[in-house]
């Protein structure tokens, strides 16, 4: 894999801060607007982007601030709720976790009001986290102390799963709210049922750094180890289906993309000079695009177009792949 085939972004567009997470909304904003936050070494902002995939009057990418969030504290990770809308009563509500071990509810009406709820249990560092996808309320987080914890809204653990290692991922079942993936540090991606609390299914061949469920087609299962990239098939069996070397250095983060369901993106670890990205079809051996961003951090895939953004040192880098 050559550095020299490395493509800049698409677009930039610059910050305030550091980005360290940075999140597109997976839900309608109810407007053409997708809302994404990404959060720094302070803040978390909150804004809106159109792009001129979607907007002909656009020149690149339209970003506006909503909101900025005073954190305090920097910011690990980051999950939007459905809740969050900008037609009929403007409504942003996200959930960060922080180096101190805590989870903070964020609300806004981008008015006058503005909440912040923290939320206490976990004893080590917050890996991941994820609202319940169909109706918001509730949150399941992973963390370095081997739990799972799902809470509700007023910050009460309502489950805690235990685990054999550190949690890395959690994704929640799009439709079937009962069922929630968990992936493991040291090898395992379990799939279990929150009514009886118990393991259903489980996946082999880590040790992992991510994993991220296909949302658009269930039974695909993807992650990233050493610097590898595997992909599961669930209905034919607990090993991987493909494992390709990808990233020259260890690979990161794995993420599906929400537009096709054949398209993902893995982030090699921030090396001294710049973060390399890469994307991915499952019907081409070598990837469909290599990026190349100054130590990036974070990595989401937008609603509906096949485009993912990177965070970096005070800017948000995005590129822009065919389907």
């Known amino acids: 894999m050559q550095e020299d085939s490395s493509r800049s972004p698409s677009y930039t567009v610059q910050c305030e801060d550091y980005v360290h997470v940075v999140e597109f909304s997976p839900f309608s904003s109810g407007t053409p607007a997708s809302l994404l936050a990404y959060g720094g070494n302070q ?15 656009i020149e690149g990418v339209e970003f506006n601030v909503l909101k900025a969030f005073h954190h305090g504290l920097r910011v690990d990770a980051l999950a939007w709720s459905r809740e969050s809308r900008l037609d009929r009563i403007p409504t942003i509500r996200l959930c ?37 996808p169909t109706e918001g309320k509730q949150i399941a987080s992973v963390s370095d102390d081997h739990t799972c914890r799902v809470w509700d809204l007023d910050g009460n653990e309502s489950i805690i799963l235990r685990l054999r290692s550190p949690g890395i991922s959690v ?37 992992f750094m991510s994993a ?23 209905t034919r069996s607990s090993y991987p289906q493909e494992k390709r070397p990808a990233h020259i250095d260890t690979a990161r983060l794995f993420k599906w993309s929400r537009a096709n369901e054949n398209l993902f993106a893995t982030t090699g670890c921030p090396g001294k ?51």
Request: net charge negative; hydrophobic share 40%; with cysteine.
């Open 43 to 57: 803040y978390v902002v909150v804004g809106t982007c159109i792009f001129q995939e979607e907007d002909v009057e």
């Open 96 to 132: 960060t976790a922080a180096a101190d071990r805590k989870l903070r509810l964020l609300t806004s009406d981008l008015q006058d009001r503005h909440e912040v709820k923290v939320m206490e249990g976990h004893t080590s560092y917050i890996n991941h986290l994820v609202f319940e």
């Open 171 to 207: 994704c929640w079942h799009p439709e079937e709210v009962f069922k929630l993936m968990v992936a493991e540090k040291k090898g395992t991606i379990r799939f279990y049922d929150l009514v009886t609390k118990q393991a259903i299914l489980s996946l082999d061949s880590g040790p």
């Open 212 to 234: 991220d469920w296909c949302l658009t087609n269930t039974i695909k299962v993807g992650a990233v180890s050493g610097n590898d990239w595997l992909i599961w098939d669930i």
């Open 273 to 323: 000079i710049s973060s390399q990205l890469l994307i991915h079809h499952l019907g081409h051996p070598q990837p469909v695009m290599i990026g190349s961003a100054a130590v990036g951090s974070g990595l989401s895939w937008h609603r509906t177009l096949p485009l993912c953004v990177v965070g970096g040192d005070r800017k948000l880098c995005f590129w822009v792949t065919e389907m």
